[in-house]
């Protein structure tokens, strides 16, 4: 089975499809998908349900889901993990958003909603609709303050779909036992310290056998810990080399990489060529 993992704390995507590309897979992240038009239907483990223009779904981590296009679907993706809530805290007295930050962690960790659309308020779907409709704007005109724009109508989005989860519950909520989450956040986080990235570290951290846990990480992100781990330093490799100037030595230091040869060899490996020149095609 497919396991998408997502390497950046947000991203969107919007897509035209007339099928889905992949059948049955899961994520390792929060993923909202919006219908802004089309039909068909959406599939989580044996429950089905139609989906039309309006539809938005609350896609959990390592839930097993599917769509299958009947008509021409726009799709918008909104894809977020705990990096992003997280980052989203201020650390001011006058500023609410601390708990604010907390609920929707605890609401959004939780197995207990309905699954199908999430928007059961009524009055929130011409609202979300309106979100989604300057969000898919700002994608496509790629003005300036683009990115900060689109993060606060992500936001704006999630504590929406919240408000209806907590609803729907009356707060009655159970959260989710699984630490893969936990797991790739602690290597997003850890990122720059080799040390905390050994498997064994990171086993004690969460409690689960150092035997085991290759096994266990695989088994819910279809990749292993070291593919993990070099997928997201070479993600970063890359958006050093597309949007700074650092020099490669930077890169391989800040990075923990042996020397620049060895960046070369799995960047190559893994990109196809090598970094050099893959800074060279983006500038072009």
């Known amino acids: ?40 239907t959406h599939s989580t483990g044996e429950n089905k349900f139609e989906y039309e223009k309006g539809t938005l779904f609350l896609l959990l981590p390592q839930h097993v889901h599917s769509f299958q296009v009947r ?24 500023s609410n958003l601390g708990d604010w930050i907390q609920k929707l962690e605890y609401i959004l960790q ?20 309106a979100l989604v409709d300057a969000m898919i704007r700002e994608y496509i005109s790629r003005q300036e303050f683009q990115r900060e724009v689109v993060q606060q ?29 936990e797991i790739i956040q602690y290597i997003h986080e850890h990122i720059y310290t080799p040390e905390s990235l050994k498997a064994e570290v990171i086993a004690t951290r969460f409690n689960i056998s150092p035997s085991y846990i290759h096994e266990y990480f695989r088994k819910h992100t279809g990749e292993s810990l070291q593919q993990y781990i070099t997928g997201y330093k070479l993600k970063l490799v890359e958006t050093r080399l597309q949007y700074s100037n650092m020099r490669m030595s930077e890169i391989v230091n800040e990075l923990g990489f042996t020397d620049e040869s060895h960046l070369n060899r799995v960047f190559k490996k893994h990109k196809g060529l090598s970094p050099s020149a893959f800074r060279k095609n983006s500038v072009g």
């Open 110 to 129: 939780s197995n207990y909603h309905l699954p199908g659309c999430i928007l059961q308020n009524r009055d929130d779907k011409p609202l979300v609709t």
């Open 1 to 40: 089975m497919y396991i998408h993992n997502l390497f950046e704390p947000y991203e969107i995507e919007y897509k035209e499809l007339y099928e889905c590309p992949v059948g049955d897979h899961k994520n390792t992240f929060f993923e909202l998908v919006y219908i802004v038009k089309g039909s068909g």
């Open 153 to 181: 109508l992500v936001n704006t989005i999630i504590t929406i779909v919240a408000r209806n989860i907590w609803l729907i519950n009356a707060g009655n909520t159970t959260v989710r036992k699984d630490h893969s989450t």
């Open 71 to 94: 008509e021409l679907t726009s799709f918008l993706f909104i894809r977020f993990n705990d990096i992003y809530l997280k980052a989203q805290k201020v650390k001011n007295l006058h």
